[in-house]
């Protein structure tokens, strides 16, 4: 399952992991995130112990978003070393996510 990741939580679970972490910026009013949200929850479970799959309510964690210039969502940021490696905006599909996420591997 994705882990809920918030303002508190974000250097600890996304800034200091050592393996790669796709980060899934959503909200519950959001159409398209709706859509991707079950797809992130499969790549959470394919990837267990390979990387970390977590989503970010932009509502409730402004901060974050502030941080990462998050404008339009769904947004899907990969993190490798504490960085921002890769980014997809808006509803793809499960391949694209995975695709992403294995060049980080």
Request: a negative charge; proline letters at 6%; aromatic letters at 8%.
């Amino acid at each position: 399952m994705a882990l809920e990741i918030t303002d508190a939580n974000f250097e600890e679970l996304v800034l200091k992991s050592d393996k790669p972490v796709l980060v899934d910026f959503w909200a519950e009013w959001c159409g398209p995130c709706r859509m991707v949200g079950p797809v992130v929850e499969e790549i959470a479970k394919e990837y267990e112990g390979k990387a970390l799959v977590g989503k970010v309510n932009v509502d409730n964690n402004p901060q974050i978003s502030m941080q990462f210039g998050i404008r339009n969502i769904p947004a899907l940021l990969y993190f490798k070393g504490g960085e921002v490696v890769d980014k997809q905006i808006g509803a793809v599909p499960k391949s694209v996510l995975a695709g992403k996420l294995d060049g980080q591997l």
